[in-house]
Each structure stands twice: as C-alpha cells, then as structure tokens.
C-alpha cells in the first residue's frame, strides 16, 4: 500500500516535518507551492569580486538568462525606420520655379513643401560665372590697339570667351574662321590676357600695384612641340632613350665611387701626415722634458687615422689590458690582416699590459691599420689605372679619327693619333724630369667591344684628371 511519502514524490510535492496521509488542502495548494519554489530558485546573487556593471551585462532587470546568439537592437550603421508619430504630415505641392542660371525663361515643375513657396532655386547658388572684363570704345583706341587684331575681331573674341567661361578650347572650335583668319589657341590666350593686364594696369588708383597675369605663349607652343614629339616616338627611340638613361645612371655611379675613392684616400693621407706629426712633436716633447705640455701641443688627430681606441673614464674600476681590446668598429678583415703581420714580425698578440706597452702596442696597431688601408687604397688606384689605360688603348685602336682627337685633346696631350705609342714612349724619356712612362703596344691590347666602352667623364682618377704641372 503507497504511503504518503510515495504520493508527494509522485506529484512532485516538497517534503514536510511530518510525513502522514496526505489531506485534500494539500492537493489543491500544489500550484503555489511549485511557483514559490520556481520563484526561489530564479533568485542570483553577483559574485563576490564582479562588478555590478559587468554583472548587469549578464542579466536583466527581469532576471532573465543571457542570450545564446548576439542580438542587434541598436540601430547604427542599419537602415533607420520611419518614425511615424502623430504630428500633422507637411504638406507637399507640386509648383513651378525657374533657374536662374538660365537667360531663356524655360519654367520647370518639381514637388516642394508648401512653406517653401516662392523661394529662389536652392541649386542657384552653385552657378559661378567668370567676370570678363568689358573696354569702352575710347579705351580701345587708347590701350588696346593691335596691328594683328581689328575690333570686330577682339569683340567676338570676347563675346565667346563670356558665353564658354573661358574655356580656350571650346572657344577656338566655335571661332568663326569664315570671317576672320586662323588663329592657334595660344594666339588667342595671348590676345586675351593681354588685354585684362592692360586694363588692369590703366584701371588701377594711383600708387598701387596691381597683379598682372602674364601668358607666355612662346612657352606654351614649345611645350605642347615636345608633348608631340614625344608622344610621336618610335619604339626604337623609346628604348634607345631608355638604354641611354641607364648608361648615364651607370657612368654617374661610377663617377661617385671614383670620387668616394679619392676622398677616402686623401683621408687616409692627412692621417697619416698628421700621425706623423704627432709622433715628431711627441718626440720634441720627450727631449725638452715638458710632459705637461705633451696634451697641448697634440694636433687634432681625426676618426679615419688607424683605430679609435676607448677611453676609460668611469669612476669604477678596470683592467689595463681592457685598452688593448679593439674595438667593434675594426672589421674582421682589418683584424685578420693585423694578427697576420704581428705573427710575421713575431710580436706577442697578448704582451704584458703595462702603462708604455698599452701605449706603444695600441699606436702600432692603429699604424698597421692604417697601412693596410693605404695598401688597399693603392691597389685600387693601380687597378682603375690599368682599366683605363687599356680602355685609352683600344680607343685609340677602334676609334675613329674624330674620336682619339677628341679624346686626346681633353685626356693627355701629345699623342700620336694613328695609335703608335713608340713616339710617345721615345719623347717621354727623352725629357729631362719626366718620369719615364712605357705604355702597352697596341698589338698586346685587347679590343672591348664598343658597347662597354662608354664612360668617358672627366671624374677624379681618370686620364682626364692628371694634372700638368
């Protein structure tokens, strides 16, 4: 037999203290009961730590659970709707109006609100017209007479530069030609600016300066001459003008390398001048016994003259041999190159790091630097001198009279234009102070083709530059 316990399990009743037969107030107060308890269990309390502003995010004011997908009820960027309220609807009528930019009358219809009946055209105002001046007939004959130009012809000008608002091209199609001769576009800004400067210039209070636009016509016609020679090019010529571009970029290139060159090598020269002059002032020093004057009497030597060493200056503490480190600046080469000569010379890499040996060990090896530096400056030099003394050679031997004569005349002087160098050779030892020069026979030349033989600037370490002292 079920007992009460049974029944309230089935009916989904909560428990109570006592678990007897159950009575009829209990089967019909089910309902309240069941929506209590559904009523306590909707009940959320914020979690300790969360805002209440991102707790109000969560849920709403009915406690309602979050939504499963976003939903937009913003309207933003979307299509806004008719607000339809219950105000009274502006009337619309549909009326007449005219444009003011137009001189013939025509009468338009479009709809417009009733409030704004009588109104001018709201477009009206975009229409912009240019202010051509306007010459009486004493002016005329005053200012602005021309041998080239009747003034029928100039008043028609006019009459068409105000009907097209001066736009030259429109006005030269509607010239009339049958009445008065051909005239060019530029002939007909020229006549029409002239004009308007004119009689600015007369119209103008006494004591000022007015503006004047000044057309210069014989510009204009070159210009538009080479926008038509240029558009009228053949494909040839587009690509003979493109490969002479890139040649002169090649030849511009090599001309600021050479000069690059030469400037690095006179820097390098200077240096060593001046670190020659410090070692003599230094000993000077040494020998008078005047080492306080030691730092005075040192020249400014530059950055370029061998190696930049460190100077440590802190408070803190350091070694001796940190000045015998080489710094970052001195490349690998620079450092393989200087280990090479010392292990040649047999001098220590590591030697014991004294006050004179720090000294002398960083100044030798700032003095090595700086002679592999010259070393290379100089075999570069020999290389670019050996380039182009074979390019001079076979120049003289494929070129052109016209062209060994031009060159010989702006490179160096007095040679033999059939390409014979043995005279060249002969007179060069002959002359008392001159350096012997054998230059190489023809016949031991090899011949460029013409394409590569191209830079002819006079640019520093080139046959152009030699100096004749």
Not at 197 to 218: H, M, N, Q, W
Not at 381 to 394: D, G, P
Request: proline share 5%; with cysteine; aromatic share 8%.
């Amino acid at each position: 037999m079920a007992t009460g316990a049974d029944v309230r399990d089935i009916l989904e009743l909560g428990g109570t203290d006592n678990d007897g037969p159950i009575s009829k107030k209990d089967l019909i107060n089910s309902d309240k009961k069941k929506s209590k308890k559904a009523t306590e269990t909707l009940t959320f309390k914020r979690p300790e730590g969360m805002h209440r502003e991102v707790y109000a995010l969560l849920y709403s004011d009915k406690k309602d659970a979050p939504p499963l997908l976003p939903s937009d009820t913003t309207q933003g960027y979307r299509t806004v709707k008719a607000k339809l309220g219950c105000k009274k609807v502006r009337p619309w009528k549909w009326m007449p109006f005219t444009n003011p930019a137009r001189k013939d009358g025509a009468i338009f219809h479009h709809w417009r609100r009733m409030a704004e009946e009588g109104k001018d055209y709201p477009f009206a105002r975009f229409n912009k017209t240019v202010q051509v001046p306007v010459y009486s007939e004493q002016e005329y004959q005053m200012h602005l007479h021309d041998d080239g130009w009747t003034k029928g012809e100039t008043d028609h000008l006019f009459d068409l530069c105000k009907r097209f608002d001066l736009r030259f091209v429109v006005i030269h199609d509607r010239y009339d030609y049958q009445q008065y001769r051909k005239r060019s576009i530029e002939d007909l800004k020229e006549r029409y600016y002239n004009i308007c400067g004119k009689l600015t210039k007369v119209r103008a209070a006494s004591g000022t300066e007015p503006k004047i636009y000044i057309f210069d016509a014989g510009h204009e016609r070159r210009r538009k001459e080479q926008l038509e020679k240029l558009f009228n090019r053949t494909p040839e010529q587009v690509a003979e003008e493109e490969y002479l571009i890139q040649e002169l970029r090649k030849i511009e290139n090599r001309k600021k390398e050479r000069e690059k060159k030469a400037q690095d090598l006179q820097k390098l020269i200077k240096a060593a001048d001046t670190t020659t002059e410090l070692r003599r002032a230094e000993k000077r020093v040494s020998k008078k016994k005047l080492p306080q004057k030691r730092d005075t009497e040192k020249p400014a030597v530059p950055e370029t003259a061998g190696i930049k060493f460190p100077d440590f200056k802190s408070a803190g503490v350091t070694l001796r041999s940190q000045r015998m480190k080489l710094p970052s600046s001195v490349g690998q080469k620079k450092i393989k190159a200087i280990e090479q000569i010392l292990a040649e010379q047999g001098v220590d890499l590591n030697p014991m790091p004294t006050e004179e040996i720090v000294q002398m060990f960083n100044e030798l090896r700032s003095d090595l630097v700086l002679l592999y530096e010259l070393k290379q400056a100089h075999s570069n030099c020999e290389y670019e001198q050996q380039m182009l003394r074979h390019r001079y050679e076979a120049l003289l031997k494929a070129g052109s009279g016209a062209g060994c004569g031009g060159l010989t005349g702006g490179g160096i002087a007095g040679v033999p234009q059939g390409g014979d160098l043995s005279a060249l050779n002969s007179t060069a030892s002959s002359t008392p102070g001159v350096e012997a020069q054998s230059w190489p026979n023809v016949d031991d030349i090899k011949v460029e083709p013409k394409e590569q033989i191209i830079d002819v600037v006079g640019a520093p370490l080139t046959p152009n530059s030699v100096s004749q002292d």
